[in-house]
């Protein structure tokens, strides 16, 4: 595992890190609004590994991957997609930075609904005027299973396939990274499995580097590892994860105003 030293400098970029934060904070608002959403969180996302991040409602995982994708700024601390330091760009290379090395797939599909799913798909790619490189293309729409698909509108599409083909969309532009926040939230547990499959395989077969938010201990189960927020902080990793592990960690956390769900898949309560 790679440690990242707590100097008051950034480490030097390391080879196989897609993406990395160093003492990171974000404070929301001033005096008794005041909130430390993160606290001096450091975190490497290695290539090729599935990350979920974990934690009680609140902890400052959606901050911690709105900052770690360019999508808000640190209050203080530094986020490095590759070798760029994001603090060093300006709006529009910062732009430019997301269109072209991050993908996102966030809880509400954010299909067009008047573009096919194909369409969908290469959508950045088309915003970004370059072209689809279609071996890439068809690899990533057999894995999803959406070759019959392509020229159905999302309305004649099922939640899972929708969000199949968001997932299809943020790995088309083979991005550095892709990152979820809550990405099967709103599926039922048959299509959220499938999509999360779809996320493991495009990890292990084509080498894609994944980090998602989850509250779910079934979903993490399906990442390399877990890292567990509290209260803006990192304080529990685990790597391998299994639910049942997982649930163990996610009982440890104080207050209990973790949203535990109700986890039907070899969990025991008793
Ligand atoms: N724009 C904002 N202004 C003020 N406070 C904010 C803002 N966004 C988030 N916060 C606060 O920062 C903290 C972390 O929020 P964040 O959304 O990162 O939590 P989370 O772990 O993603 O929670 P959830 O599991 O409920 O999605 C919370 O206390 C939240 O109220
Ligand atoms: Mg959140």
Known sequence: MTTVPRSPHAPHPTPGIAAAAFDLSKVYGSGDTRVVALDGVSIDFREGEFTAIMGPSGCGKSTLMHCAAGLDSPSSGSVRIGTTELSTLNDRLLTALRRDRIGFIFQAFNLLPTLTALENITLPLTIAGRRPDQQWLDRVVAMVGLAQRLDHRPAQLSGGQQQRVAVARALAAQPAIIFGDEPTGNLDSRAGAEVLGFLRDSVRELGQTAVMV???????????????????????????????RVLDVMRRFSGGTSRTPAVDAGSRTS
Request: glycine share 6%; net charge negative; charged share 25%.
């Open 214 to 244: 989850t509250h779910d201990p079934v979903a993490a189960g399906y990442a390399d590892r877990v890292v567990f927020l509290s209260d803006g902080r990192l304080v529990d990793e685990m790597a391998h994860p299994t639910p049942d």
